[in-house]
């Protein structure tokens, strides 16, 4: 990636023309911390959970799935403090963002943890209000999640009760949450509308195996962004100098975005907080109980907590190139993960006007689509065409001419080298599977 102090411009300018992520409510002046993803973004996105969901549930026999529901009982919102600590007057730092309660400040003038300026005192609570019901005056005052983290918790017992877990054993989530930002910005780096990307795991309330999964799920997560393409240099843990009230550890994984490292990813050990609190406040029991021991206690958390848009975003950043061709001109390219890429290949006819060449490109497109995202193009010259799929990191080009009449086999161009090789056309499948995995 360009170290480029503008390269939040550039994505977010590249992402809006290719159709991954539009402004929220443009056409009426927009939205504030809203986005919307187009026809590349939604892929890259759904891309994105699939291999999480891949990584965290499909390849492991000690992690679930759940799916909590968006709206949940406020009790919950008293349980978890969000409601508590989210409606205190307080002070946003405007270098780092980091929010404080102005009551807990000793020098209201700067930021304590980088010395920034800060924001005058808002009375602000974070939790987005909805109301169920239809009648007026009785409606239930409610909220939108402000994280997906809760729903894991409340059904603990479900899932214990409904399936043969036994600790240690992990409870994946992917879905939105929502927040009142007091500054979104950063393009989708700070929004009111999110997905996050989560594993709740459960362990023995014991010190040093506790911390030996902490150390576990760091090294799993990093190792899953290496996996998908990030370069490992534009990584690094940060570790928490302060606590929040239910950790005894936590760091984050941070993206160096432009020269300055920004959270990406939470690794959490937030003890036995969550259980206990929504044990006092709905009268339930929240405890494990161990077969062999014949024990029974509060489980220990271990979290692993991503935004799936900030994930999606880095990832563009990290795979955002602006290269020499060789033949004195230049291209804009996103190097992503073939299995991040929205499509994995496209398809063209050399010649839009010449029947044939378009017959056999559309049959090959069609036989291919079933198994990939393909995309079809016949505009301009096979230059512009090339370019425009570089644009959106679409890894392989294939087309063709007038010897794919003949020969039977087509032009297969490689978006990262651009070398291009001739493949017999039966052999296109096999060789898109062994490129793409």
Request: proline letters at 4%; charged letters at 30%.
């Amino acid at each position: 990636m360009p170290h480029m102090e503008n390269i939040f411009e550039k994505v977010s300018s590249l992402a809006k023309r290719r159709g991954f992520i539009y402004p929220g409510s443009e056409i009426y002046g927009g939205l504030a911390g809203t986005w919307d993803y187009g026809p590349l973004g939604v892929e890259l996105k759904r891309n994105l959970k699939e291999e999480f969901w891949k990584f965290a549930v499909k390849t492991r026999d000690n992690v679930v799935g759940i799916d909590a529901a968006i709206v949940m009982s406020p009790k919950v919102w008293e349980a978890s403090g969000h409601l508590a600590s989210f409606s205190d007057p307080l002070v946003e730092c405007k270098k780092c963002h980091h929010r404080f309660r102005l009551d807990q400040l000793s020098d209201s003038s700067k930021c304590p943890d980088c010395g920034g300026e800060l924001t005058e005192p808002k009375q602000f609570n974070l939790m987005v209000e909805t109301y169920l019901g239809v009648v007026e005056g009785e409606k239930l005052k409610t909220y939108l999640r402000g994280e997906i983290t809760q729903g894991v918790h409340v059904n603990f017992k479900n899932v214990l009760s409904s399936t043969r877990v036994k600790l240690p054993f992990g409870i994946a989530q992917v879905g939105k949450a929502f927040r009142n930002e007091i500054t979104p910005g950063g393009f989708t780096f700070r929004s009111r509308e999110f997905e996050q990307m989560e594993i709740q795991f459960y362990v023995k309330p014991e010190e040093e195996e506790s911390m030996k999964w902490f150390e576990y799920w760091k090294e799993e997560r990093r190792k899953w962004y290496l996996s998908l393409g990030m370069r490992g240099e534009n990584l690094k843990f940060t570790d928490h100098e302060q606590l929040a009230h239910y950790a005894r550890a936590a760091c984050d994984i941070e993206y160096n975005a432009g020269g300055e490292f920004k959270e990406m990813e939470g690794i959490h050990h937030r003890g036995d907080w969550d259980l206990k609190q929504h044990e006092a406040y709905s009268k339930e029991d929240m405890t494990y109980f161990d077969e062999e021991t014949k024990e029974r206690f509060h489980p220990w958390t271990i979290e692993t907590s991503g935004g799936v848009d900030r994930a999606a975003l880095f990832f563009l950043m990290d795979a955002y190139r602006e290269e020499e061709t060789g033949d004195g001109e230049s291209r804009t390219v996103l190097k992503l993960h073939p299995k991040l890429a929205p499509y994995k290949a496209a398809v063209f006819p050399l010649l839009a006007n010449k029947p044939q060449l378009v017959e056999l490109a559309k049959k090959i497109h069609d036989d291919l689509k079933g198994g990939y995202m393909i995309a079809w193009d016949e505009r301009g010259n096979i230059g512009k065409r090339y370019r425009a799929q570089d644009e959106a990191g679409t890894p392989f080009c294939i087309t063709v001419d007038f010897d794919s009449l003949e020969k039977n086999d087509v032009t297969v161009r490689d978006r990262d080298s651009m070398i291009q090789e001739r493949i017999p056309i039966a052999e296109l499948k096999s060789y898109l599977d062994a490129k793409l995995g």
